[in-house]
């Protein structure tokens, strides 16, 4: 199971921390993910990181801007959003691949509910 937290309101130029808590089984072998989806478009890979060694993985567009990291004795994930934009307004969903760093949601097998960033111009 995956719980993401950490949306809201933020105003433009904010930088929120979302958070993805795992439970139930071990996901010690896979790679985390957080994807978004803006009403209207298509979800859209954000950045993905590996539990063991850290290894990550961005979307060209977020590189810079958004940070993902992940503490493994709590077995959470983290996405730090930084100078945010009224565009970045979207559900934020953490999920689950066995694969490698996949930037595909079709690659993912286990999905959380979402948390809903609203940034403010």
């Known amino acids: 199971q995956l719980q993401a937290s950490g949306g809201g309101l933020v105003q433009a130029g904010g930088s929120p921390r979302l958070s993805c808590a795992a439970s139930?089984?071990?996901?010690?072998?896979?790679?985390m993910g957080w994807f978004r989806q803006a009403p209207g478009k298509e979800r859209e890979f954000v950045a993905a990181i590996r539990w063991v060694g850290g290894s990550t993985r961005y979307a060209d567009s977020m590189r810079g801007r958004f940070t993902i990291s992940r503490d493994n004795a709590k077995r959470t994930v983290y996405l730090q959003m930084n100078s945010l934009k009224p565009e970045d307004t979207a559900d934020y969903y953490c999920?689950?691949?066995?694969?490698?760093?996949?930037?595909?949601?079709?690659?993912?097998?286990?999905w959380g509910q979402g948390t809903l960033v609203t940034v403010s111009s």
């Open positions: 139930g089984r071990s996901f010690s072998r896979d790679t």
């Open positions: 999920a689950v691949a066995t694969a490698y760093l996949e930037g595909v949601a079709h690659a993912y097998d286990y």
